[in-house]
């Protein structure tokens, strides 16, 4: 069974802090993406990456950075954490050709 | 403006009925379809897909239809248990960069009533 695991599932930071969620599969999948989930707005795609130093824009990447230094791995960073990033986020994988995505259990992230 | 539509926030249905769940698009260039379930606190789960060369996908009690001159495809559970209570997404996919990319709707919560 392929995993995504995700570094916390609850956190808590303060306006302006600088904060990393990270998110590892060990499937060898070449396609990771961050998404962030909102009461009545569904998954909205912030950052995909299709392989290793390779990093696009999605639907909503103001506010946020990626890393993927390693297959395996792939990093959302908030530089100066606002309260409006106060939401779920959720990391995927998946691999052509099915292109399935499979799903961490998600981060949530509170910004005070 | 939102490429993936799923008009109904909510359903709530008997156990041993059907639910159909709704999903419109507005991009033809979609060609690959699927539905993830999601429960509360868990990551979604994939469901069931269908490829737009088809216009029936069946696998146990979920069964996906795709009807692309109206852009439109639905999802029938029959018949609908308590354990299918959950919060749905459809979602819409085009190729880039040789992997298909997919687009959600905000997501239908499926309520089954013992």
């Known amino acids: 069974d392929v995993k995504v695991t995700q570094s916390s599932r609850y956190l808590v930071k303060r306006t302006g802090e600088k904060v990393f969620l990270e998110c590892v599969q060990d499937?060898?999948?070449?396609?990771m993406f961050w998404y962030r989930q909102d009461p009545g707005l569904g998954l909205r795609l912030i950052y995909f990456s299709y392989d290793v130093k390779m990093k696009e824009k999605g639907d909503i990447p103001e506010g946020y950075s990626v890393s993927r230094e390693k297959k395996e791995r792939f990093s959302l960073i908030l530089e100066s954490a606002s309260t409006n990033q106060t939401s779920m986020y959720l990391c995927a994988s998946s691999s052509p050709p099915s292109d399935t995505q499979y799903f961490g259990p998600g981060t949530r992230l509170t910004v005070l | 403006d939102q490429q993936v539509k799923q008009n109904s926030p909510s359903l709530s249905v008997q156990e041993g009925r059907i639910s159909i769940l709704n999903c419109d698009y507005t991009n033809s260039m979609f060609d690959y379809f699927l539905w993830y379930k999601k429960y509360p606190a868990e990551g979604p789960t994939f469901l069931i897909s269908?490829?737009?060369?088809?216009d029936k996908n069946e696998d146990g009690r979920f069964t996906v239809f795709l009807n692309k001159s109206a852009k439109h495809l639905s999802l029938h559970i029959v018949p609908s248990q308590p354990g299918d209570s959950a919060v749905y997404f459809c979602?819409?996919?085009?190729?880039?960069?040789?992997?298909?990319?997919?687009?959600f709707g905000r997501g239908t919560s499926l309520i089954v009533h013992p």
């Open positions: 979602a819409a996919s085009r190729l880039s960069g040789g992997s298909y990319i997919p687009t």
């Open positions: 269908i490829s737009s060369i088809k």
């Open positions: 499937m060898d999948h070449e396609n």
